[in-house]
């Protein structure tokens, strides 16, 4: 089984800056798409982040403020947020694809989630 493990959640001031970090464990033979989603009280899961390979993608309330990272020989990724506002308060997941074992089969993994709460 494939496991994620994130951190860096918290309590920030509107402005403020959190880093959130997400690893993986397991018999991982290959990444795929790494990304992290949110979920707000009374509200869905959205996508905020996602980087696959080089290529990133972002939702348009966070460009230019969020900031995917990856590092595969970790197997991990991380989100930098900066400028913080209480809408991007919520339950923050890692959501890792890839294949597992020796004979590769795909896998999709969640994170327990952590909570980011913005706030004055």
């Known amino acids: 089984q494939v496991q994620l493990v994130e951190s860096g959640g918290g309590s920030v001031q509107p402005g403020g800056s959190l880093t959130l970090s997400c690893a993986a464990s397991?018999?991982?033979?290959?990444?795929?798409?790494m990304g992290w989603y949110r979920q707000a009280p009374g509200k869905q899961r959205e996508l905020v982040a996602i980087i696959s390979g080089a290529s990133t993608e972002y939702l348009d309330s966070v460009k230019g403020r969020f900031t995917i990272s990856r590092d595969d020989a970790k197997k991990s990724v991380y989100l930098q947020m900066n400028t913080l506002n209480p809408e991007d308060t919520g339950v923050y997941y890692c959501n890792v694809k890839g294949r597992r074992g020796v004979n590769a089969f795909p896998f999709d993994a969640w994170g327990q989630g952590t909570q980011v709460t913005v706030s004055s």
């Open positions: 397991g018999m991982i033979s290959s990444l795929n798409a």
